[in-house]
């Protein structure tokens, strides 16, 4: 299977709640890093449920998946419910048709103010997907 295609199928099964599925495309050493947060999910089973014990209310949209041979970037957007939504950029390791690694850079859509200095450099808004 081809290193996007697993990264596809990681994102399907965690949207899917198909927590077999999630842990079937996961290394069991994995380990993945939110530097946001700071913290390190380390194991298959942890990283399942840090998954699976999220409050539900949420849906994932795969934006973008690219290919960099053995590193994958993937970006989805997770709206929850009485929250907002989130924009997920992620860049994955993938060897022998697992995920053995990530880095995980969650944000809040829209949930911090850009400088003043910038203003009148930038306009506010969205671009398309």
């Given at each position: 299977?081809?290193?996007t ?13 198909d ?6 495309v ?11 947060t700071?913290?390190?999910?380390r194991?298959?089973d942890?990283?399942v449920?840090?998954?699976s014990e999220h409050?539900n209310?949420w849906s ?9 041979g ?7 957007q997770v709206?929850?419910e009485d929250?907002?939504?989130f ?16 880095r ?12 003043d ?8 808004g969205?671009?398309?997907?």
């Amino acid at each position: 299977m081809e290193s996007t295609e697993v990264v596809r199928r990681y994102w399907s099964s965690v949207w899917s709640r198909d927590w077999n599925a999630v842990g079937q495309v996961l290394a069991e050493d994995v380990e993945v890093f939110w530097p946001v947060t700071r913290e390190v999910i380390r194991g298959r089973d942890n990283m399942v449920a840090v998954n699976s014990e999220h409050p539900n209310g949420w849906s994932i949209d795969v934006l973008n998946v690219y290919d960099t041979g053995d590193v994958v970037v993937s970006e989805v957007q997770v709206p929850q419910e009485d929250v907002g939504i989130f924009r997920v950029v992620s860049i994955w390791t993938v060897a022998d048709g697992v995920i053995t690694s990530g880095r995980e850079y969650w944000t809040l859509y829209g949930g911090e103010e850009g400088r003043d200095w910038r203003r009148k450099y930038v306009s506010i808004g969205d671009l398309p997907s």
